[in-house]
């Protein structure tokens, strides 16, 4: 358990016929933060339930701070803060008065509730709301909100699921600062999300599940490097008109070079006249061979930029494997 928050080991969870978890190995690190990716009803969810003891496994084992969340449940909510899309506080109670009713919950000693829910509230800035009633809360107060709940006991391990679900660009910002900060302090993060960006910006390691099973893991870097072979391309060029005023089709023609692969290609608006191809090239010769086709048709070339893979890549890949198309390699720790 050396540093180690959470492990588990062949975790298993069914719901009748349904398994929405299947043979997890999943560990957490102090001072790391994981994402938990995958489609609606991958399993996230319920993996965060399993490790914080509201649901027994099926089979397998977890261990959290070396408890088993089943049998020692409030040893592991003394130390794990959660926090979720449901509620946070009752809507009738002011935001302090809900804070200070978890704080007792949690077993916060009185001395310290006062002071530790009046830093909190600012620190999410909402002392200024702190006594008006939660059901007069913006959506991104709430969530706010229950953040500062997750933290109220000063947990050394958070569950956040979803944390920046219907916040503005700004308060969104400063949650994944703070995220940042609770890492750096050492916590570990388990952090379930569909926000691709902020997975990348924020995990060390992202977990990507697929009907509860593991379908990639690793550093969203790695990961990203093991995406095919080849070199992903973009090309910005403005194509040849012939005499009959049609535009030829670059992406056409490029997908017909050798070594040119998975060739797309968008106009962006502001652009008028220039096409933006995106492809995956096998290597250099194939690139020179690629602009002399385009010569050949009379384009004119205006960049030709290697692109940097993004975790969105990554997923996208991932779930075309699901049907059959790409293979992602095993970089990081994915899954032969
Ligand atoms: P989302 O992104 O939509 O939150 P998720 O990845 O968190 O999805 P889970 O909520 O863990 O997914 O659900 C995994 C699977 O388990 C789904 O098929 C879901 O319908 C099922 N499931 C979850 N909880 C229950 C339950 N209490 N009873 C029956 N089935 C459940």
Known sequence: MDGLLVETHALRRDFGTNRAVDALDL???????????????????????LLAGVLAPTAG??????????????????????????????????G??????????????????????????????????????????SKGM???????RALLHDPALLFLDEPTAGLDPVAARAVADRVRAL???????????????????????????????VVAEGAPSELAAGLGAGTRVRVVARPPVDGGGLVASLAATLATV?????????????????VVVHAVVRDADAIADGVAALVGLGAR??????????????????????????????????PA
């Open 61 to 94: 084992t977890a261990r959290v701070f070396g408890f088993d969340p089943t049998v020692d449940g409030v040893e592991v909510r003394r130390r794990v803060g959660v926090s979720t899309e449901t509620p946070a506080v009752d809507d009738r109670l002011t």
């Open 301 to 334: 070339i205006h960049a030709v930029e290697r692109e940097v893979p993004s975790l969105e890549d990554v997923y996208f890949a991932l779930h075309r494997v699901g049907r059959g198309a790409v293979a992602v390699p095993a970089a990081g720790g994915v």
């Open 142 to 148: 709430r969530q706010r909100l229950a953040l500062a």
């Open 27 to 49: 560990h957490v690190a102090r001072g790391e933060v994981v994402g938990l990716l995958g489609h609606n009803g991958a399993g996230k969810t319920t993996t965060v339930r």
């Open 183 to 213: 890492r750096a302090e050492g916590r570990g993060i388990v952090l379930c999300t569909h926000d691709l960006n902020q997975a990348q910006a924020l995990c060390d390691r992202v977990v990507v599940l697929e009907h509860g099973a």
């Open 258 to 274: 050798d070594g040119w692969g998975d060739v797309d290609d968008d106009a962006p608006p502001e652009h008028a006249g220039v």
């Open 96 to 137: 302090r008065q809900g804070l200070r009713a978890f704080a007792d919950l949690y077993g916060v000693a009185p001395s310290l509730v006062d002071g530790r829910v009046a830093d909190l509230l600012a620190s999410f800035d909402l002392s200024e709301a702190a006594d008006r009633r939660v059901g007069t809360y």
